[in-house]
């Protein structure tokens, strides 16, 4: 195991009717005027907007809206939440809904406490930021970890660019997670999600390091309490026990818990974004489509990683004597179950069947800054090698 240092100062606050809490607690972390960054009109229609309102309003603190933000969220939404927040000196930013309003949030946050550069600059790497203003999260959704975690994805619609940064300055103040909440959600987020939650753990699973039972073994829980935990909340959508475990798997996956002293892969990550960038594809259902073909690409630099996931994740028999098969069936596993809960194991089952070879090749190319980069942690890829995997996804 690597050395590391690990601290996540988000405070949790989780159970049912938790949202009517907000405002105490933005208060408690020192803000004084909020921007509220929600999404689409369900909030509105929920009467989660106006429950979060009337508690800033209870602690006397005024406040701004910011809604529309979308899945893969904007920069020109981003844009408008930095200069709105500019002008009615917002020192607060309340993220009401799943990760991509809490990324909005986070990406204004970087702007108002970093205003010597463009907020792009950062996402592209000719930037680095200092400090990030406070953010609280009112979570809708189980999936991308954003309220626990350091991570910010934005998209630019001027090349359909999908970027990330990573700072821990941008770790929420606060996550109100209400698991309620998310029972109204469709089927194919729900499901969409869950994948979400399995490829942040798997993503730090598939590691070369070695020695980090511990590590392992929570993995490998967590793994299988969310494929039994998405299937029981997509039979009955009012399971609040089974949106509970989602929940709280979610964050558990993307606040690096389960990354710590060792390396870290993040390839199908960076593929997927790809995806994402040029044809808005849900996240989770974007992974989904990708993963099996970068396993199967990758699988014999370290077969005893594939052969470990297929026995203690996806209850896959041994085989000894070929533990190539035994590894190949662990990937055709995981794909069952993506298919059995209504996600893609491919490109064609996502939606893009006519996707051409110069589109992959684009993709490849924007993944690796044109193929100046490596990606991946488990092994090295270039451009060449990306392109293989989405045609192989086809």
């Not at 909440?181 to 979400?196: E, F, I, M, N, W």
């Not at 026990?241 to 990550?269: F, I, P, Y």
Request: glycine fraction near 10%.
């Amino acid at each position: 195991m690597q050395n590391f240092e690990y601290c996540v100062p988000t405070k949790v606050v989780f159970g049912r009717d938790t949202e009517n809490r907000c405002g105490g607690l933005v208060r408690e972390c020192g803000g004084t005027r909020a921007l509220v960054v929600y999404g689409g009109g369900s909030a509105v229609r929920s009467g989660l907007l106006g429950r979060c309102t009337d508690s800033l309003k209870a602690e006397g603190i005024p406040y701004e809206l910011l809604g529309g933000v979308q899945p893969n969220p904007r920069l020109s939404r981003v844009r408008e939440g930095i200069a709105l927040a500019k002008e009615t000196g917002a020192d607060f930013l309340l993220a009401v809904g799943g990760g991509s309003v809490i990324d909005t949030a986070k990406a204004i946050g970087y702007a108002l406490a970093n205003p010597e550069f463009d907020i792009w600059d950062l996402f592209m790497g000719k930037a680095a930021a200092k400090a990030c203003a406070p953010v609280g999260a009112v979570l809708t959704i189980s999936a991308a970890g954003s309220e626990t975690s350091n991570s910010c994805v934005i998209t630019n619609e001027d090349g359909w660019l999908k970027k990330g940064v990573n700072y821990e300055c941008s770790r929420p103040r606060f996550a109100i997670m209400n698991p309620a909440l998310t029972c109204t959600l469709p089927p194919y987020q729900t499901a969409s999600g869950g994948v979400d939650i399995m490829m942040h753990t798997m993503e730090r699973y598939f590691s070369n390091t070695e020695h980090t039972e511990l590590l392992d073994r929570m993995s490998e829980g967590l793994l299988k309490t969310v494929m039994a935990n998405t299937k029981k909340a997509l039979a009955d959508p009012n399971d609040y026990d089974a949106r509970a475990e989602l929940m709280w798997a979610g964050s558990l996956s993307h606040n690096n818990l389960l990354g710590v002293g060792k390396a870290q892969d993040w390839a199908t990550h960076k593929i997927e974004h790809e995806l994402g960038g040029m044809f808005d594809v849900a996240h989770g259902a974007g992974l989904a489509a990708v993963w099996g073909s970068w396993a199967r690409y990758v699988m014999h630099f370290n077969l005893p990683r594939f052969t470990r996931f297929a026995v203690e994740v996806m209850g896959c028999a041994m085989n000894y004597a070929n533990p190539e098969e035994t590894a190949l069936a662990g990937v055709a596993a995981f794909e069952s179950f993506c298919r059995s809960i209504g996600m893609p194991s491919n490109l064609r089952e996502l939606g893009l069947g006519d996707i051409t070879g110069a589109q992959m090749h684009e993709m490849a190319v924007k993944c690796t800054q044109n193929d100046t980069l490596r990606i991946g942690g488990l092994v090295r890829l270039y451009a060449a090698d990306i392109e293989k995997i989405y045609a192989a996804a086809k």
